[in-house]
């Protein structure tokens, strides 16, 4: 069986491992942040893995099939989002499970190595599995003939979770233990386990060694899933034998994190509340202005298109989307107040509840209908759009710009344009200065969408930006001059 729910643009999947079987597992998939969440049932009650904030996507999916939770289980205290766990089991009187070694300042019910305990006529195995964190769990769940693994940030489809957001100084420790995790994993579970991640799916919780082409999608499902044998087959961690070899690999791999994950695992710790998503009060023009003014972030979420074409002055183009709310979070200062503009309240909606899954609780204010009327009578700016081929040939003719680079340094070091400056986004704001001011910045990125965002910057910061909405595949084939420096 399966069904599709398109609740905000997140896609709930579900499906019955054996249709005679009861187990039966939903994937509850979030995209913004790479990230799922499950809920696993003998058709009567259910368990809940790893359940983002917004909690009305679980219960759409067990209401509609009459479900009772009676378990929320962690694999950890996590870095990329804040849980939903302690409100989901608060609310419906759910035993909250995690590791009885990870300090929470909530009431748990903590389990170690080896505890089994039952959801329903499902049995739930705990296993320590550390690496992505010290006190990390996976679950082993089974009917008695289907068996599922969820590993949250241990084993994921072709890699592992990366293994420097705790400490620095811990991670080559917790890179071995990854190692001996994902051993682990594959010589105590049949290969036709089902393995189920967290992370791994966009996030920058997973390590950079990732081989995206580890897992399938089923065409009766329509959901990514792995077993234990093909990832014995394909993933790094199974495929690297050698622990030195791996820890070698796996570090080299790892590039910078968004800054807000520092405030994920505290905010965990101490229990996140329930969230409100109603509509934030509505502003006028004159208040935008006030808060632009006054150097608050005023974040437009329109089309990287719409908004170089005319825009209010002094705002930042963050366009609602798959990748908004982690380059948003990442790029805003902490604790900094956020107004939403867009055309809709739809649009709005979107990205409001985004922001609460990594803890911007509520806007400070909102605007909707359109630049004509929330730009009325303000400044107003626009600059050009362009692709890698018009900057070719400017490069060519030897005309004065700038061309800026604004991806990570990972991607940098597989080639950039030669003579370009090399910026990536989340350092654009300190190094601003570096940024001339007498002549166009050319900015691109992989695909258009980071150039957008650092296009904006540029734009409030006095600079003269040229978007270049193109894919970085493009390079080699127009010809441009490369360096990896």
């Not at 800054?259 to 695992?265: F, G, L, V």
């Not at 509340?273 to 935008?288: W, Y």
């Not at 910045?441 to 965002?453: D, K, L, P, Q, T």
């Amino acid at each position: 069986m399966y069904v599709l729910y398109d609740a905000l643009t997140n896609v709930t999947a579900s499906h019955r491992l054996k249709n005679e079987e009861p187990m039966d597992i939903l994937t509850i998939e979030t995209p913004s942040l790479g990230d799922r969440s499950y809920v696993v049932t003998d058709g009567s009650v259910a368990a809940v893995i790893d359940p983002q904030r917004d909690l009305d996507r679980v219960y759409a999916a067990v209401e509609e099939r009459g479900l009772t939770v009676t378990h929320v289980l962690e694999t950890h205290n996590h870095n990329d989002y804040v849980s939903g766990g302690v409100e989901l089991a608060r609310q419906t009187g759910a035993a909250y499970v995690m590791s009885a070694d990870e300090e929470m300042f909530v009431e748990t019910k903590g389990v170690r190595d080896g505890d089994e305990f039952a959801v329903g006529a499902l049995t739930v195995r705990a296993l320590h599995t550390p690496g992505h964190t010290p006190t990390h769990m996976s679950y082993v769940v089974t009917d008695g003939e289907q068996r599922a693994v969820f590993t949250g940030g241990s084993l994921l489809y072709g890699s592992v979770g990366r293994t420097d957001l705790i400490s620095r100084a811990m991670k080559e420790e917790l890179t071995r233990a990854q190692h001996a995790t994902a051993h682990r994993l594959a010589s105590e579970l049949p290969d036709e386990t089902t393995v189920l991640p967290t992370h791994g799916f966009g996030s920058f919780c997973s390590s950079a060694a990732a081989d995206e082409h580890t897992s399938n999608v089923d065409p009766r499902y329509g959901v990514e899933t792995s077993t234990i044998g093909e990832q014995k087959q394909a993933n790094v961690a199974l495929t690297i034998t050698d622990e030195d070899e791996f820890v070698q690999v796996l570090l080299s791999g790892l590039d910078a994190y968004p800054r807000y994950y520092a405030h994920m695992a505290p905010r965990n710790k101490l229990g996140p509340g329930p969230v409100d998503l109603s509509p934030a009060v509505e502003a006028d023009p004159t208040e935008l202005a006030r808060r632009i003014h006054a150097g608050e972030w005023v974040v437009d979420l329109r089309t990287r298109t719409a908004y170089a074409a005319d825009h209010v002055t002094g705002t930042v183009n963050v366009e609602v989307g798959n990748s908004f709310i982690t380059y948003l979070a990442w790029l805003l200062p902490w604790g900094q107040p956020v107004t939403l503009v867009g055309d809709t309240q739809e649009e709005v909606s979107e990205a409001q509840r985004q922001l609460v899954r990594v803890g911007i609780d509520r806007p400070a204010a909102q605007a909707t209908g359109g630049i004509d009327r929330y730009g009325q009578g303000v400044d107003r700016g626009s600059y050009r759009v362009t692709d890698l081929e018009e900057l070719a040939k400017r490069m060519a003719d030897d005309e004065p710009l700038l061309a800026l680079d604004v991806r990570r340094d990972d991607e940098r070091s597989r080639g950039g344009i030669a003579g370009s400056l090399h910026v990536p986004i989340h350092e654009l704001e300190r190094r601003m200065d570096e940024i001339p001011t007498d002549r166009e910045v050319w900015v691109h990125c992989a695909s258009g969408y980071r150039a957008s965002i650092a296009a904006s910057l540029l734009a409030r910061g006095g600079r003269r930006p040229v978007l270049v909405d193109d894919s970085d595949e493009r390079l080699v084939e127009l010809g441009f001059e490369m360096t990896t420096a």
